[in-house]
């Protein structure tokens, strides 16, 4: 089964991979704390407030979320993860981007020669939709394709 979504472009990509689902809101400090260390490998979502995502790979990952949650410190974690090479390869939202989130993951793409490609309001049937391990394909416009397992 496929299912496609239109939302609009934060920052504008072209990507595929395979989805992490949190129904509830994401922060990003909890989520990436125990991996902004120079010798980690691989981010594994630490923030034990988000069962959806707790204890799950998060690099490479297509993660989709409501909303983000957290403090200022947000911004600098997206573009320490990038860094590090360890970063989720697209961050899709069902509801609008928070203006913290936003200006980190816009930092990213503006101060560094990577990008993690951002689509918001991609509505509430997206999060009905989407399921954990579904493949994720999103375009240069912001739709993005799921293609379910």
């Known amino acids: ?11 504008a990509g072209i990507t595929e991979g395979e989805a992490v689902v949190s129904r509830t809101g994401f922060n990003a400090y909890a989520s990436f704390y125990n991996s902004l260390a120079d010798d980690v490998q691989t981010a594994v979502c630490a923030d034990s ?10 690099s490479g990952k297509i993660l989709c979320i409501p909303n983000s ?5 947000a911004g ?5 993860i990038v860094n590090l090479g360890i970063a989720p ?4 939202f ?6 913290l989130a936003a200006g980190g993951l816009i930092v990213v ?9 951002v689509i918001d309001k991609l ?20 739709s993005i394709i799921i293609r379910n397992p």
């Open 123 to 142: 509505g509430s049937e997206f999060l009905k939709t989407v399921q954990e391990g579904d493949w994720i394909k999103i375009q240069i416009e912001g």
């Open 76 to 80: 600098a974690v997206w573009q320490r």
């Open 1 to 11: 089964m496929t299912d496609y979504f239109l939302g609009r472009n934060i920052v």
């Open 89 to 92: 390869k697209a961050v899709l």
């Open 94 to 99: 069902s509801q609008t981007i928070d203006s």
């Open 49 to 58: 407030g988000n069962q959806d995502t707790f204890g799950k790979i998060l």
């Open 109 to 117: 793409d503006v101060w560094t020669d990577k990008k993690i490609c």
């Open 69 to 73: 949650i957290g403090s200022t410190s």
